[in-house]
């Protein structure tokens, strides 16, 4: 990145009259008018500049240097010396989790070189700026960077809430008595993580949206005077996730002064440099900058402040800035004379700086991000700062301390077996009082309870308001059983008017939102697809969250449904981003255990644009035990039809199925619908569950039936008898139809009896998800348990007393039925839309994908034909009749 201070002193000398002259005007303005008057005459300058056709460069880069400068530096407010000495036994205790996990199991694996680098980082934030729970604030919120996790275990060691046999079992979770996950898992550490971080990218776009949600709970009246602050500590290879990166400008646009990131920048990813060629820092500083974050750099360490006070030439610090990171990552690995060769051998200038400093000065002078004062310094700056989110750019050493165990070389990151030597070396580094005999096997240290450091730290603590990471329900659940009202309309049908799911989907929520005891806890999130899905309407009823209110006249103010924006708006109207809107799911679902509200979203999107563009997150989501409703509108690879193959979902359900407490429904009509959602509301807001829900909704109208008797069972547990035999005598096919694809097997059911005499029952199967998970858990049993009568899995059960073939046909790919296929008692003929989707008309796609009724009165015959049940010859006039095709192109072709 070319930045303007390249040309500092190119090719003129920066002695001379004319540029001494102007700095010192300068630092007279600065003197006796302050820094805005300097700001002023500079913006003033660069105008008067450009109208001379002079061009100037991007000016989002600041020099190579610390931004605040050490006469702006507080004093430090803790003790150096027991900090120092803090450190370092979690230094050790860190690294020696990994290494003693490793001896046992190499396999194991574990991160010593990230914690080494962060250690500092973390370290003053605990004993100074984290705040834990307290008068009446909730705590901050902290996204931990994930494969530093060894030195928040081997902090909380110290701190006396994790033992030696918790330190011992990194890594080994299924060990007797527990162990410590590998990374930050609020599944698997419930009491401990509230942030999952482990996959690289995501914590930073889920802070943002986490402190928008925290701003969004004040605004909204849910939460009041609490607003708490985020912190995300992030790796510098990290940010090139797109989702780290992405969001960005929304939290600078909604002023998001209770978010901090903090970018430990080592310089090094996994394989080596994160720009060998250029400057992460700067490069970063540039995007957080345009994007209108306060930066915060925290490049050099004490030890150079004394040679930039005598830079007033700006030589130092344009050396500085000339050097990139593949060389400053060599300078870690090497002594003092080459880096004063190299560094400072390219002016006389400089190296008549040099020589103020020794060669183990030079080699051991800090970087920024190892200096616990720069570091208070920036943080402060961080917490005080308002009207715009920081970021602090911290520059320092991968592996910090390891020396040639790993200190600034390649392959750092996965170091995680230290010998003998190492340890000796690292054992005198760190001052740990063990012996040579002692340190073969890396023990663990912690100093007596009533030592100095482990007093420091829980006095620290306690001031702060208590430990830190810690998860908490602080919610009971919502007080008593939500009302009927949303929900009864949908169980009487819609009397022959013809609706979609989407439909009376948006009517319940419309409903809902109106409640008087769980209205308010709606959260209704869009990715700019209200229109869509027919819910302007919700615009004005609810309005749309700003945190500016609105401070426009809408274009549509004068109509009943105008584009509201309020400050207590309702709906989270994220624009075209998946990955924001489900971070905002994340923290409104999130928030019965970050917050004790229990908020409940509604997040509606394009099916195909969820699980299988951000599914990631939705894992993440899984993981963080978040609750809610996940809407996957306009589904269906044939119900959508017009859109083409990139909108047209036939996968989303199948992709849902490995995540294990996500429930998945597919439903037919209003009723089904109604009884999912009002169940959901139940399960996870008043039983406490930590479930979540993916329920796809369609836009095909047809009549909405009322609810038969006694199938609010079946429809929660996935699939129930919709219609038995239409004219009597024996049932040789079953029918199982899903969504809007009900209507064909019921079209199907007819044309079997009337025109082929063949009797079938159509079962509504509304989650083949669910009958699996329930199948795979029935058969477990029975094998655990030999002697014991085997049990049914439902599906079983539901078919137990029936015979003849089973046809199942959905408008998602053929995998969902065939997953359920093993526990059917006869044969099944599984009808879907594998293949790329297509523009056309719905009946056009049904004949294209062959599972439409057609096709469904084709399965079940010609199942019958292979069971010796039907002549062939039915079959193939039923081929005919029903003018298919035999020789059309498959759907799958390629
Ligand atoms: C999405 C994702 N991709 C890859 C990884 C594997 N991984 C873990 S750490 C790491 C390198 C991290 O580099 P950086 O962000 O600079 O952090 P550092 O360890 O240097 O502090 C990689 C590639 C991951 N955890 N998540
Ligand atoms: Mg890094």
């Given amino acids: 990145m070319q930045d303007q201070f390249s040309e500092i002193g190119s090719d003129i000398d920066p002695d001379i009259i004319e540029s001494r002259e102007w700095r010192e005007s300068l630092d007279y303005v600065l003197r006796h008018a302050g820094p805005k008057r300097v700001r002023q005459l500079i913006a003033e300058l660069q ?21 605040i400068p050490p006469d702006k530096q507080p004093p430090y407010p803790g003790s150096h010396e027991l900090e120092q000495r803090v450190r370092n036994i979690i230094r050790w205790n860190a690294m020696a989790m990994v290494v003693r996990a490793n001896i046992k199991d190499k396999t194991l694996g574990g991160h010593i070189a990230t914690y080494a680098s962060v250690c500092n980082l973390y370290e003053v ?17 902290i996204y931990f960077q994930p494969h530093a996790s060894p030195g928040v275990y081997a902090r909380a060691y110290l701190e006396g809430r994790l033992t030696e046999h918790h330190l011992n079992n990194f890594r080994q979770e299924l060990r007797p008595g527990g162990g410590l996950s590998s990374y930050p898992h609020p599944w698997l550490m419930p009491d401990f993580w509230s942030f999952p971080t482990a996959s690289m990218g995501l914590s930073a776009i889920m802070a943002i949206y986490q402190a928008r949600f925290n701003r969004y709970l004040e605004d909204r009246s849910l939460k009041e005077g609490n607003i708490r602050n985020v912190w995300a500590f992030l790796g510098d290879g990290e940010t090139d996730e797109p989702e780290a990166l992405g969001a960005i400008t929304l939290a600078a646009r909604e002023k998001l002064d209770n978010l901090i990131f903090v970018v430990n920048c080592n310089l090094q990813r996994l394989d080596g440099p994160v720009r060998g060629n250029g400057k992460i820092i700067q490069e970063l500083e540039a995007v957080f900058h345009g994007a209108g974050w306060h930066v915060i750099k925290v490049v050099w360490g004490s030890g150079w402040d004394p040679l ?51 060669d183990e000065h030079v080699r051991t002078i800090r970087r920024g991000g190892h200096d616990t004062d720069k570091i208070y310094t920036a943080y402060k700056a961080a917490v005080e700062h308002q009207g715009a989110p920081t970021v602090i750019l911290a520059k320092t050493i991968k592996g910090y301390g390891m020396g040639e165990w790993g200190e600034g070389k390649n392959t750092a990151h996965q170091q995680k077996v230290i010998g003998e030597e190492g340890l000796r070396h690292l054992r005198t580094r760190f001052s740990i009082p063990l012996s040579d005999e002692e340190i073969k096997e890396a023990p663990f240290y912690r100093p007596p309870e009533d030592s100095p450091e482990i007093e420091y730290i829980k006095e620290r603590r306690a001031a702060l308001g208590g430990f830190i990471p810690s998860r908490q329900i602080v919610n009971p659940g919502l007080p008593k059983p939500i009302n009927e009202d949303p929900f009864t309309e949908l169980m009487t049908g819609t009397e022959g008017r013809e609706v979609s799911t989407t439909m009376v989907f948006v009517r319940m929520l419309s409903k809902l939102l109106r409640d008087p005891d769980i209205g308010k806890l709606i959260v209704p999130i869009v990715p700019d697809e209200a229109r ?37 708006g309702q709906i989270l109207e994220e624009g075209i981003t998946e990955a924001g809107s489900l971070s905002s799911m994340i923290a409104a679902g999130t928030a019965y255990s970050t917050h004790g509200v229990n908020t409940i979203p509604f997040f509606i999107f394009y099916s195909m644009f969820g699980f299988q563009r951000v599914g990631d997150l939705i894992w993440a989501a899984a993981e963080m035990r978040t609750r809610g409703f996940l809407m996957g509108g306009t589904s ?33 009509y209003a009723y089904e619908l109604a009884v999912i959602i009002r169940d959901g509301i139940k399960r996870m807001y008043i039983d406490q569950e930590d479930i979540f829900y993916y329920i796809t909704i369609q836009n095909d109208n047809y009549a909405m039936p009322a609810m038969p008797e006694g199938v609010e069972e079946g429809i929660l547990k996935g699939m129930y008898r919709l219609r038995s035999s239409l004219n009597g ?12 694809i009900i209507n064909e097997t019921l079209k199907a059911q007819e044309m079997l009896s009337t025109d082929y005499g063949v009797e079938a029952d159509v079962w509504s199967v509304t989650s083949y998800k669910q009958l699996w998970q329930d199948g795979l858990e029935t058969e477990r049993l ?52 594998d293949g790329f989707g297509r523009s056309d008309s719905r009946p056009a796609l049904r004949n294209f994908f062959e599972m439409d009724a057609r096709f469904i009165t084709l399965g079940a015959l010609n199942a019958l034909v292979r069971k010796g049940d039907l002549k062939p010859q039915i079959a193939q006039r039923a081929i005919r009749k029903m003018e298919i095709d035999p020789e059309k192109d498959s759907p799958l072709k390629v």
């Fill in 729 to 740: 005598g024996p049932v040789t096919a079953h029918l199982f139809g899903s969504a809007c």
């Fill in 308 to 358: 930039l006070a005598q830079d007033h030439e700006g030589l130092l610090a344009k050396r500085m800035t000339e050097i990139v990171d593949g060389q400053y990552q060599k300078y870690t690995v090497s002594d003092g004379q080459y880096q004063r060769d190299h560094f400072f051998g390219t002016h006389p200038k400089l190296m008549e700086m040099s020589r103020l400093l020794t």
């Fill in 125 to 141: 934030a605990f004993n100074h700026f984290f705040r834990g729970a307290g008068d009446g604030y909730d705590g901050d919120q």
């Fill in 47 to 67: 105008i008067h500049a450009r109208s001379q056709g002079v061009r100037l460069p991007f000016a989002e880069n600041t020099p190579y240097i610390n931004t």
């Fill in 636 to 668: 269906g690879r044939t119900t959508l039809n017009g859109e083409g193959l990139q909108h047209q979902d036939g996968q989303s359900h199948l992709l849902a199925y490995p995540i294990p407490n996500l429930r998945t429904y597919d439903p037919a």
């Fill in 782 to 833: 029975n094998l655990l348990h030999p002697t014991k009568k085997a049990r049914l899995p439902y599906i079983s059960s539901c078919l137990k007393d029936t015979d003849g073939v089973y046809v199942m046909a959905t408008d998602y790919v053929k995998t969902l039925a065939d997953s359920v296929a093993r526990w059917v008692p006869g044969p099944v003929v599984s009808l879907g839309t």
């Fill in 532 to 568: 869509t899905f027919g819910m302007d309407a919700l615009f004005r009823q609810c309005g749309i969250y700003s945190h500016a209110g609105q401070l426009y006249e809408p274009v549509d103010k004068d109509t009943l449904i105008y584009y509201k924006e309020a400050q207590d």
